[in-house]
């Protein structure tokens, strides 16, 4: 997985996909020049090594604004890698997806999916096993730990 940036100002990104041997290359805005950029860099891995691989042009959600490619190429990314995950990046949903990202940078495991249920603020998700959690580091005890919880006001 290779994320490209532009003039530091849009996200597409390059997967490669050793199992079926492709360079698929992504642009959420789906521009032109994006879109070239992107190829001529899978291109170029195709003719530095990867020369039996086939350089496609992924097929996914368009980014609808200008700000969300960001997020778009993450959740290309984490599509690539988790199995089952949704492939809803409608206006709807593009806050669920944020805030799924961001509890995976979090926690290191995935919510996992809502089977039928449409994306809104009023369906909690639910948390993956923890055999799917990353590992967590141990760390020593803090002064923290003997403060006192923060009493009612009355």
């Not at 041997?21 to 899978?42: C, F, M, S």
Request: hydrophobic share 40%; with cysteine.
């Amino acid at each position: 997985m290779l994320p490209l940036n532009f003039h530091s100002a849009h996200w597409c990104c390059i997967v490669v996909k050793v199992s079926v041997q492709r360079i698929y290359y992504y642009d959420p805005l789906n521009q032109k020049g994006y879109v070239r950029a992107a190829k001529e860099v899978a291109t170029y891995l195709e003719f530095k090594g990867l020369n039996n691989y086939d350089v496609v042009a992924q097929n996914n959600p368009i980014q609808f604004d200008q700000f969300s490619c960001g997020v778009f190429v993450c959740w290309m990314f984490m599509r690539q890698v988790v199995q089952g995950i949704t492939n809803d990046m409608s206006d709807n949903s593009l806050s669920l997806r944020r805030f799924e990202l961001f509890y995976y940078i979090l926690n290191g495991r995935c919510i996992s999916p809502i089977k039928n249920a449409a994306a809104t603020a009023y369906v909690l998700p639910q948390i993956m096993p923890d055999e799917d959690k990353a590992p967590v580091v141990e760390t020593q005890g803090s002064a923290d730990e003997d403060i006192p919880p923060t009493q009612v006001a009355e």
